[in-house]
């Protein structure tokens, strides 16, 4: 799968190898004993959201077929090509304020309302605060949460 990236003055590839889902943290942990320094591979990545898959850095496909040989657990390689881009974006944090619009119902996790379940008003992504109205009081109350105290419950009402 080639990406032809010029990184550390040497031209970088990406494979992407299908596993057993479940095993990609035994098979890169194999494959990281395998790779010596001469045998081509720079990293080994387990995207976080994405299942039964591994990619591996390296400085052409030869390698990564010479390093994956009769590794338990794999299962082949994707044909296609990644980009640096497309492996950067599934391993860049995300905040989780970012998915949260005015209407939402979230669940408050900590602070002294915790365990109460609250609506989104608005939402400051810059300031890492949510402005919420708890929905199980007996009067409209708002307050102002850090989004870490805060996790998505449901949809819109």
Do not use: C
Not at 101 to 115: L, N, S
Not at 136 to 156: C, H, S
């Amino acid at each position: 799968m080639a990406s032809n990236e010029v990184r550390r003055g040497v031209s970088s590839q990406f494979a992407v190898l299908r596993t057993i889902s479940g095993k990609e943290l035994n098979v890169a942990l194999v494959l990281e004993l395998r790779a010596t320094s001469e045998s081509g591979i720079y990293g080994i990545l387990i995207p976080p959201d994405v299942k039964g898959y591994i990619i591996v850095e390296s400085d052409g496909l030869h390698s990564v077929q010479k390093v994956v040989k009769g590794v338990k657990h794999v299962r082949g390689r994707v044909a296609g090509s990644v980009t640096y881009e497309e492996v950067e974006r599934l391993v860049k944090v995300r905040s989780p304020l970012e998915e949260l619009k005015p209407g939402d119902v979230v669940e408050i996790v900590a602070g002294p309302f915790k365990g109460l379940k609250a609506t989104v008003r608005t939402v400051n992504v810059s300031k890492n605060e949510v402005e919420v109205e708890i929905l199980e009081a007996a009067y409209p109350l708002k307050v102002f949460l850090p989004g870490d105290n805060i996790k998505p419950a449901g949809k819109r009402w």
